[in-house]
């Protein structure tokens, strides 16, 4: 079955790395995204990484997976005020719907 | 048009009432997915289209939903006799092509009330 779980919360200081974790349990997932929920708003794509690879680095941003485990993170260097939001993981399994996961609030303190 | 747009940004309904929701994709985007996000945070798939015909409808409840996407209109949810547990935001997404890796570009969301 599809199971995407997050940890609810995650408090670090302005100018810190924040490191997003995620656990997911279908071994057939293609690809995994990592999005982006600001308050009042609808969900913006960050990154994504396709299931061969095991590390992928966009900027501020580094996606790592270890498929063995089936563990997803992401660590985003250098935390600003405008990175507080909720961060959802997501699988896609190839029906092209996403099952997300239950979302992690980011908060950045100055 | 350039963005997911999705009307109306907040509805009210009294239980056992009508709700509809609207969606208008991306122009060009043959691919239109609708998502519920409940209070706990978490984005349930209800269905998607392809174009005007429906793509994967695992996720929509049996009873009192349905959704339409027709030619030349915005795409539509409706939830016919509402419940209080149906209380979420709803979030429509769309993709040019429904491609596995393709980016999905949501709306930013119908709040619905069920009082």
């Known amino acids: 079955g599809e199971d995407v779980e997050q940890s609810l919360f995650l408090s670090v200081r302005e100018g810190d790395s924040s490191v997003i974790n995620c656990t997911y349990t279908d071994s057939s997932s293609t690809y995994l995204y990592w999005y982006k929920q600001e308050p009042g708003a609808g969900l913006q794509l960050l990154t994504y990484?396709?299931?061969?690879?095991d590390m992928k680095q966009d900027q501020r941003l580094t996606v790592l997976l270890n498929k063995k485990d089936k563990h997803l993170s992401l660590r985003i260097a250098d935390t600003q005020t405008g990175d507080s939001a909720i961060y959802f993981c997501?699988?896609?399994?190839?029906?092209?719907?996403?099952?997300f996961g239950s979302g992690t609030r980011l908060q950045v303190q100055p | 048009g350039e963005e997911v747009a999705q009307t109306p940004k907040h509805l009210v309904r009294g239980e056992g009432q009508k709700a509809k929701l609207y969606c208008a994709p991306i122009?060009?985007?043959?691919?239109v997915f609708w998502y519920q996000q409940v209070l706990k945070n978490e984005f349930k798939f209800l269905i998607s289209f392809q174009n005007e015909n429906v793509f994967d409808e695992t996720g929509m409840p049996k009873e009192r939903f349905s959704a339409k996407c027709l030619p030349n209109s915005p795409c539509s949810l409706e939830i016919q006799a509402t419940k209080l547990e149906d209380s979420a935001v709803y979030f429509c997404?769309?993709?040019?092509?429904?491609?596995?890796?393709?980016?999905?570009?949501f709306g930013s969301g119908t709040q619905l009330s069920v009082l």
């Open positions: 997501a699988e896609d399994t190839g029906r092209r719907a996403l099952t």
């Open positions: 997404a769309s993709s040019q092509k429904g491609a596995t890796n393709e980016k999905l570009f």
């Open positions: 990484i396709f299931s061969n690879m």
């Open positions: 122009k060009g985007h043959s691919y």
